[in-house]
């Protein structure tokens, strides 16, 4: 999915967050971002994703002004944490993978999901029950479910140890090799395995988009 953002203004309140934002990424890419906490990245996928109601003319999902938008299906978001979360009573894992009518995913596939994500064997576990990078994993494997053509993941990785990162960015790398556009909110692009084309910093609400080639070049964390 194609996104353009132009000149995006958005705060809470009466304070800033995001500063006359304005990127372009295409059909395909993979789009890292990075910034230090509070720098404004939740917010501006919660501005993509229709949750910030943001003035119109400023942000467009493959050439669709976001107010006029009504595909979302084809978006999968994983927010960034599950802390919080719970259920008030005993469901499983596998009960809300089936949960969704909508979902395009037969069992077959939503067992090899899971397999890629390592957490076939927490299909009767009940959700409570679940860490945090569990938890995680198991609204990634629901996101997948439903083919999205953009999938939006907020911090995925933190609370998960290091084979199951590895894992996961197998699975969002091969994903992206398939022509999902991705974008990955992150802590640390250095130890990311993602295979990303772009990489946005968010500084105080302003950002800058940089391509693959120029990170590299440039050094920077
Ligand atoms: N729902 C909200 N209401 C008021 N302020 C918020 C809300 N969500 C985030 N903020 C504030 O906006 C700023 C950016 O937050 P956030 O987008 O979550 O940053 P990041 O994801 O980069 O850590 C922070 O100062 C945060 O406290
Ligand atoms: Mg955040």
């Excluded at 132009?6 to 990127?23: E, I, P, Q």
């Excluded at 719970?86 to 469901?91: Q, S, V």
């Excluded at 009767?124 to 999205?148: C, D, K």
Aim: charged share 20%; proline share 2%.
């Amino acid at each position: 999915m194609r996104i353009d953002v132009d000149n995006l203004s958005f705060g809470y309140d009466y304070r800033t967050v995001l500063k006359n934002v304005s990127f372009s990424i295409e059909s395909g890419d993979f789009l890292v971002i990075v910034g230090q906490n509070g720098s404004g990245k939740s917010t501006l996928v919660k501005c993509l994703l229709g949750i910030n109601k943001v003035p119109d003319s400023k942000i467009f999902l493959n050439g669709i002004e976001i107010n006029d938008f009504s595909n979302w299906i084809q978006i999968g978001y994983v927010p960034q944490k599950f802390d919080d979360f719970n259920y008030e009573f005993p469901i499983t894992v596998n009960e809300i993978l089936n949960v969704t009518k909508l979902t395009k995913a037969d069992e077959d596939e939503k067992l090899e999901i899971m397999d890629n994500l390592g957490i076939l064997t927490l299909q009767n576990e009940n959700i409570n029950t679940l860490s945090g990078g569990q938890m995680q994993r198991v609204f990634i494997a629901r996101a997948l479910m439903n083919h999205p053509t953009l999938l939006i993941l907020d911090e995925p990785t933190v609370g998960v140890d290091q084979d199951n990162t590895d894992r996961f960015y197998r699975v969002v790398n091969d994903l992206n090799d398939q022509g999902v556009t991705i974008m990955l909110i992150s802590h640390d692009l250095n130890s990311s395995k993602a295979n990303f084309s772009h990489a946005m910093w968010l500084d105080n609400g302003e950002a800058t988009l940089k391509n693959i080639s120029e990170v590299a070049l440039g050094g920077e964390e």
